[in-house]
C-alpha cells in the first residue's frame, strides 16, 4: 500500500513558479514510478509528467520546457517544479505512483487527494 499527500498548490500569477511536494509512505516508493496528473473544471483527469523508479522521464508536450519532475528516494518525496505558469495551468495536480511508468490516469494505482494551483492572468 501506498500514501501520497500533495502540498505546494496556490495562487500565482501568469509567467510566476510553484513547486509541488508528494509525500509517499511505504518502502517500496525508490522501485515505484511518480507522476502528476491534473484536472480542470469540466475536463477530465490529464497526465502531466512521470519519473521512474531509474528516472526515464516523460512530460506531456504541453508543460515540456516549463516543468521539471524529480524525485528524492532519501526523502520518499517526489517533485513538480512549475515555471513559466499560464492560466490553462489552472487545475488541481493530484499525485499518482505506479509500478511502471505510464501516462494513462486509468492505469495508476494509488493516488493523493490533490493540491489546487490556480494561475491569474
Known amino acids: 500500500q501506498v500514501q501520497l499527500e500533495e502540498s505546494g498548490g496556490g495562487l500565482v500569477q501568469a509567467g510566476g513558479s510553484l513547486r509541488l511536494s508528494c509525500v509517499a509512505s511505504?518502502?517500496?516508493?525508490?522501485?515505484?514510478?511518480m507522476g502528476w496528473f491534473r484536472q480542470a473544471p469540466g475536463k477530465e483527469r490529464e497526465f502531466v509528467a512521470i519519473?521512474?523508479?531509474?528516472?526515464?522521464?516523460i512530460y506531456d508536450r504541453s508543460v515540456k520546457g516549463r516543468f521539471t519532475i524529480s524525485r528524492d528516494n532519501a526523502k520518499i518525496t517526489a517533485y513538480l517544479q512549475m515555471n513559466s505558469l499560464k492560466p490553462e495551468d489552472t487545475a488541481v495536480y493530484y499525485c499518482?505512483?505506479?509500478?511502471?511508468?505510464?501516462?494513462?490516469?486509468?492505469?495508476?494505482?494509488?493516488w493523493g487527494k490533490g493540491t489546487l494551483v490556480t494561475v491569474s492572468s
Open positions: 499518482a505512483a505506479r509500478r511502471s511508468v505510464t501516462t494513462n490516469p486509468k492505469d495508476i494505482e494509488y
Open positions: 519519473i521512474s523508479g531509474g528516472g526515464t522521464i
Open positions: 511505504g518502502r517500496t516508493f525508490s522501485t515505484y514510478a
